[in-house]
């Protein structure tokens, strides 16, 4: 009897243990992260999104090995974005500049969580892990090169902190309603450059 009893509980606590670990669906991590940044009501109203801030370049490769840049862009619901890296928004071109690459064009679409398979097609749930401390649920496209583009989701927060091996996005903080990533960091070997969004202004 008492066999028996230890092979219940025991089935028990292992049956908790793989409910504790089931991994969310794709669709329940995209939805909390649209939550997360203020809903998808917040999301859509926002027409136009203004940025200006600084390109800091630290390349151990290169002379000087630390630059500091300014840009800045605009970016519509569209997907257009007009890009310029100058302190000057007369200097903004007029016209799509298909700058900069793929990830930040993703950052600054105005409605950037709703975009999210846009951006990243086929999309699927590969795992949980430990980030830095903080407990993440790993999404990755079937037909990208999963080093550089999954997503890596807090699971507490619900909010997309890291891009393949290299992207951080921090310092999340309100504009209208909406929680934006005010600094993007790409690292390489030799250094990293941080563009860091001094000014978001939503327009409408």
Known sequence: MKTVVTMFALAVFLGAALAEEALPTKDQVLQRF????????????RD????????????AWKEPSHTETPFCCRASDTGWLSYVESADWADLPPED????ALK????????????????????????RETRAGRSVIVLAPADLKFEHYALYFDEETGLLNHIGY????????????????????????????????EEVSAKD
């Open 34 to 45: 649209v939550e997360a940044v203020g809903g998808g009501a917040a999301l859509e109203g």
């Open 97 to 100: 500049t298909n700058e900069p």
């Open 166 to 197: 290299h992207n951080d996005l921090t310092d999340w903080r309100e504009v209208d309603g909406v929680l934006c990533p005010h600094t993007f960091v790409f690292g390489r070997k030799g250094g990293h450059t941080t563009y860091e969004f």
């Open 104 to 127: 930040l064009r993703w950052v600054m679409h105005p409605s950037f969580a709703t975009q999210v398979e846009d951006f990243f097609p086929d999309l699927e749930v590969v795992r």
């Open 48 to 59: 136009e999104v203004w940025y200006s801030g600084t390109i800091v370049q630290d390349l």
